[in-house]
């Protein structure tokens, strides 16, 4: 059954560092998106994005962070300049629906990032 | 602010019960519900979407909508140690946006 695959599992960084979270989403699905789940914390929404472009952001996806499609396959996250309060797990999904009110989002198992 | 309320339980149930989970939410114009069980340390998985009032049954899985009162629930039928996790509400209006969960234990 396809799924989406997320790298790497685990990301250490130093405050300060720029990282980048990697996602091939199920290849034949349209919208992407990016979540973050602190620790105990509810899951929040980070961007979605349809036919290379964002289609949606939060307050949480400032300028620090930026999205991209590099190349057919790959979804990526860029945090610019990590702080301490984004250590998180990353979560990206996606979803093969072109109406976007009844998109079922199907999410890859996550890049836990520590920053220290 | 657009809410997502849900008992964070824990909620305790004996195997073979039905549990009964909750949500609420605020934004009128939401457009679809889903659910999603999430165990500890994983990855959130889909196990129920719901776009108009009423019910839709999957296996031991019913979810209920009702859009005039702002609420949908997921009822887990024949419940199994193996439901013990957490359940996320997510509702759809611009963006999705999950409850807190609601923490399931089904003792044997």
């Known amino acids: 059954e396809p799924e989406v695959t997320q790298t790497p599992s685990h990301q250490v960084t130093q405050m300060g560092q720029e990282v980048i979270l990697r996602c091939v989403p199920i290849s034949n699905h349209l919208y992407f998106y990016w979540y973050r789940q602190i620790l105990g914390q509810k899951v929040e929404f980070l961007v979605s994005?349809?036919?290379?472009?964002?289609?949606?952001k939060s307050e949480i996806f400032d300028d620090q962070f930026s999205v991209e499609r590099p190349d057919g396959s790959n979804f990526t996250l860029k945090i610019r300049s990590t702080k301490l309060e984004d250590s998180a797990m990353y979560f990206c999904?996606?979803?093969?629906?072109?109406?976007?009110?009844?998109?079922?989002?199907?999410f890859g198992p996550g890049t836990r990032l520590t920053v220290t | 602010q657009k809410e997502v309320e849900q008992n964070s339980g824990p909620l305790s149930v004996p195997e073979g019960a039905i549990a009964s989970l909750n949500c609420t939410y605020s934004d009128r114009g939401s457009q679809s519900f889903f659910w999603y069980r999430q165990y500890s340390g994983k990855s959130p998985e889909l196990i129920m979407s719901i776009y108009s009032n009423g019910d839709k049954e999957d296996g031991r899985f019913t979810a209920q909508l009702n859009k005039a009162s702002q609420y949908v629930s997921l009822l887990i039928r024949d419940s199994q140690p193996s439901d013990s996790a957490t359940y996320l509400c997510a509702v759809v209006g611009d963006d999705m946006r999950f409850g807190a969960g609601t923490r399931l234990t089904v003792k044997p």
């Open positions: 994005f349809y036919n290379n472009e964002i289609s949606e």
């Open positions: 999904a996606s979803s093969d629906q072109i109406d976007r009110s009844s998109y079922e989002q199907y």
